[in-house]
């Protein structure tokens, strides 16, 4: 017996890509679904704190006390908000006003000029946002920082600092979360795709019983896989296509690396995916059942364990050995390096070899279950 | 007194058609369960693990003590000495380090001279957050180690910040991740079930059969909201007990306005929910549409990213976002024992919220219904 007959082939493949354009739930999640996506992590999700909202409170009425107040307020990282009382300050915090607050106290301005004496600055942030906290106390440290040097200067003293850290950003000169955040994030859309769209239609497929009036034409097993794989594939790698020119030429991600790299690592990734969801459906048969299994077995994952928003190496050790069964996490990778790095082969292989291994894994689990169904 | 008993036996109806099979059973407790376990340690952006790359020329002491303090500081646990500078590439470029330091040969010359020594740090740009973070931890320890220093040598600097953190002091990641936890759970709970319950009945047939019965529009929309409401209570007080007694989050606001606000959140999120479920024809359109809308309405409810770095504009979209309101009234009450003027500020957005969802929903209804 044949393995493939292209005639076949081909009509299985025209019906499922009707079937595509047919059913307006799957354009909706084929390009509606990216861009909105895109947009959200290009204007939504970002982490770099441009203006951070904090409180002063200045209870010296001295000169240098008025001028480091100046410094902070002139600083574009913040935005200085004045309280006329220490009370004031603590509802501003709880009521997220502000995330953090400086206080100048008393005395400030005599004890900063008495030589032996540290005149101390109080600097409180809200706790219970850690990551606005972090930036609050960084930022405030370093505008104290610079005031302190630029005094020092000032009255002719040496630096008063004896080392300092000079930082310096490689692969993403303006340090801009979203030209990593963007990359990442077509991660979750080719997951959506292909783990999410493709689990539903197969088990539609078992649901309204076509699957049998399929198994019981000639076609062979083979040909059934590939009629799903196909149109699919076509499908997420259309989607990509238009996600990398949407976050390129709309979103302004710079674009480093070629298209034969993101055709290698795209088509790999699109296949562990489609393997998922395929899986799933051939296991579930059930259309609710399949989706539930798919926003938690491909979704999720995708967004949680593939380390584009949280890094996978602040992760405990049981859940970093989960995430390297995860497909995604190899495609997050990839994709920041091509955007960022460009088509750098030495560190692409190694992904491309794990997108090689997981698409192998879960086609061919899908096949073992195909034959299972079919016998 | 009719009203009351048709109500409760269409109420009893769903409880049951929640409950009687195992895998609805199943899908109520399981993903709360996996998710209360896992995302505490996967959703953080706290920077743990990272491993430094360092390139020292320097020979003096300096230098040597200096990186002493950045490995004994707890916040990398792993230092790679590298000699060259293409092995300081390579260690950025495969991700085996988050940041190098690279100290030039004259380091300790210039400290002796009393000129300041220029350390460069080089970050990992593809991982922006992260590598200012791991930095600012490099910063501090160099803090206080050239405090140390200045107070060897007798010298006492003019002036310091010293810096605290309110409401969570250690900057303890779980007790910012359980009460966002709380309110994203209860999302997709009783979001999934109110977008399904209706369009279930209508795939299957039986939204005529209750069209027909003595119950109107109104009553179906109320029985359909109560257990999607109590769903949410339910996940939303296991996730709480979860947070207390397993993670050891200290509650230290009042639970009746915390409860309070979950109200009118829940009653805001049924109104979206049937109204999917009143525009979808089928179970995999409204599963989908219940898809389109949480995705975004997660991400953008301050709990991925903080809303104040959105543009202005979208910042003024997020107002109609039910979610965003009720991850601050959770993590206000839970961290910062939010007032009850603070809960009433953000009641009421879920109140105009609820209101026009459900009224929309009512419409469709009656349209559907005649």
Redesign the interface.
């Known amino acids: 017996m044949n393995w493939i007959s292209w005639r076949r082939l081909r009509a299985l493949c025209w019906k499922e890509t009707l079937q595509i354009f047919r059913d307006?739930?799957s354009i909706?999640?084929a390009f509606?679904?990216p861009l909105?996506?895109l947009f959200?992590?290009g204007?939504?999700?970002?982490?770099?704190?441009?203006?951070l909202?904090v409180g002063l409170r200045i209870e010296d009425g001295g000169g240098e006390a008025a001028d480091f107040a100046a410094a902070l307020t002139g600083s574009r990282w913040l935005e200085v908000r004045s309280y006329d009382s220490r009370a004031a300050l603590e509802r501003a915090?709880?009521?997220?006003e502000i995330r953090g607050f400086v206080v100048i106290p008393e005395d400030?301005s005599r004890?900063?000029?008495q030589?032996?004496?540290?005149?101390?600055?109080?600097?409180?942030?809200?706790?219970?946002?850690?990551?606005?906290?972090?930036?609050v106390?960084?930022t405030?440290?370093g505008v104290?920082q610079t005031w302190?040097a630029h005094?020092a200067e000032d009255r002719g003293e040496?630096?008063?600092?004896?080392?300092?850290?000079?930082?310096?950003?490689?692969?993403?000169?303006s340090?801009?979360?979203r030209?990593?955040i963007i990359p990442g994030s077509i991660t979750v859309i080719m997951t959506v795709i292909g783990a999410?769209l493709t689990s539903?239609v197969v088990a539609?497929e078992w649901e309204r019983g076509t699957m049998e009036a399929l198994l019981a034409s000639p076609v062979t097993r083979t040909e059934l896989l590939l009629c799903k794989i196909l149109p699919y594939y076509g499908l997420g790698m259309v989607s990509l296509l238009l996600c990398v020119g949407v976050a390129h030429w709309v979103l302004r991600v710079p674009f480093r690396g070629t298209m034969p790299a993101l055709w290698v690592v795209g088509t790999f990734f699109l296949l562990s995916v489609l393997g998922i969801g395929l899986a799933i459906s051939t296991g579930m048969r059930n259309?609710?059942?399949a989706?539930?299994a798919a926003?938690?077995a491909a979704f999720?994952p995708a967004v949680?364990?593939s380390g584009f928003?949280?890094?996978i190496?602040?992760?405990?050790v049981f859940?970093r050995g989960v995430t390297h069964i995860i497909p995604a996490r190899y495609f997050v990778?990839s994709m920041?390096?091509i955007f960022?790095?460009g088509t750098?082969w030495s560190?692409l292989w190694p992904d491309i070899l794990m997108l090689a291994c997981t698409s192998f894994v879960f086609i061919g689990l899908t096949a073992k279950l195909t034959k299972r169904r079919m016998e | 007194m009719t009203f009351l008993s048709r109500i409760y036996s269409l109420v009893r109806k769903e409880f049951q058609s929640l409950f009687s099979t195992k895998s609805g059973r199943m899908l109520l407790v399981m993903p709360v369960i996996l998710q209360t376990a896992l995302f505490p340690f996967a959703a953080t952006l706290e920077v743990k693990n990272a491993s430094l790359a360092v390139f020292n020329e320097d020979r003096g002491r300096a230098s040597v003590e200096m990186m002493q303090r950045f490995a004994a500081s707890g916040a990398f646990n792993r230092i790679i000495p590298v000699w060259s500078p293409q092995e300081v590439r390579e260690s950025i470029g495969t991700r085996d380090a988050l940041l190098a330091v690279h100290i030039p040969a004259d380091f300790s010359r210039k400290i002796a001279n009393g000129e300041t020594s220029t350390v460069q740090v080089i970050l990992d740009g593809r991982r922006s957050n992260s590598s200012q973070i791991a930095f600012s931890y490099l910063q501090s320890v160099l803090d206080v180690y050239l405090k140390d220093r200045a107070g060897d040598a007798g010298r006492v600097v003019p002036s310091e910040i010293i810096s605290r953190n309110w409401f969570v002091p250690n900057l303890e990641y779980t007790y910012f991740i359980l009460p966002s936890l709380v309110a994203i759970i209860t999302t997709i709970g009783s979001l999934i079930v109110t977008a399904l319950s209706v369009s279930r009945e209508r795939e299957q047939g039986t939204f005529e059969q209750l069209l027909v019965s003595p119950l109107s529009p109104e009553m179906i929309m109320i029985g359909k909201a109560v257990p999607a409401v109590a769903v949410g209570f339910f996940q939303a007080t296991l996730i709480l007990l979860a947070a207390v007694w397993i993670y050891h989050v200290s509650f230290r606001g009042s639970l009746a306005l915390l409860y309070g606000g979950m109200f009118f959140y829940s009653l805001a999120l049924v109104g979206v929910g049937l109204f999917i479920s009143s525009v979808s024809k089928t179970q995999q359109q409204a599963f989908l549409g219940a898809f389109v809308f949480m995705v975004p309405a997660i991400l953008l409810s301050g709990y991925t990213a903080p809303v104040e770095n959105m543009p202005l504009w979208l910042q003024r979209v997020t107002w109609i976002n039910p979610v965003r309101h009720f991850v601050e009234i959770v993590k206000g009450v839970f961290l910062k024992d939010a007032s009850f003027g603070r809960v009433c500020s953000l009641v009421w957005p879920l109140i105009v919220i609820g209101f026009g969802t459900l009224t929309l929903a009512a419409l469709m209804f009656r349209r559907k219904a005649a």
């Open positions: 307006p739930s909706l999640i509606f679904m909105l996506m959200i992590f204007y939504g999700i970002n982490l770099d704190f441009s203006r909202r915090l709880v009521d997220c400030f004890k900063v000029k030589v032996g004496v540290t005149a101390p600055v109080q600097l409180v942030a809200d706790g219970s946002e850690p990551n606005i906290a972090q930036f106390r960084s405030v440290n104290w302190q005094r040496k630096m008063s600092r004896e080392i300092a850290l000079e930082p310096r950003f490689w692969f993403n000169s340090a801009e979360s030209n990593f999410l539903l539609r259309q609710f059942n989706a539930q926003l938690n999720l949680m364990l928003i949280y890094e190496s602040s992760m405990p859940l990778t920041q390096t960022q790095a750098d560190l």
